[in-house]
């Protein structure tokens, strides 16, 4: 279950998605197979393999993309999440969710 973006935000990052760019999209979440995450960051595009590529700078894996809809996108959880940002310069948008400034693990 998502939760904590904006209606506008989710509308951004699924038109970003399907032009083909390279979108971010970080949000509260809620999963119990994963009970220390309490964030995910959706990167999405509907170019399957310029996503691939892009994945693949930070080793993630072609087969972990979520296809089954019309936004491919790979989910980042925990320290994979907050190496990534870090990397993309995104950091901020994961640290509106945390308390504190405490990071995800």
Not at 15 to 33: M, N, P, Q, S
Not at 41 to 61: F, M, P, S
Not at 78 to 98: A, D, K, N, P, S
Request: charged content about 35%; hydrophobic content about 35%; glycine content about 8%.
């Amino acid at each position: 279950m998502a939760f904590g973006i904006r209606r506008h935000e989710l509308a951004a990052w699924k038109e970003k998605v399907k032009r083909g760019e390279i979108a971010f999209l970080t949000h509260y979440w809620h999963d119990e197979r994963f009970p220390h995450c309490t964030t995910v960051t959706k990167v999405g595009c509907a170019d399957v393999e310029k996503l691939a590529a892009w994945g693949r700078q930070y080793g993630l894996k072609e087969e972990w993309i979520d296809r089954r809809n019309e936004f491919p996108h790979f989910d980042l959880l925990g320290e994979t999440q907050v190496r990534i940002l870090r990397q993309e310069g995104r950091l901020h948008e994961l640290e509106r969710f945390t308390k504190r400034g405490k990071k995800e693990s």
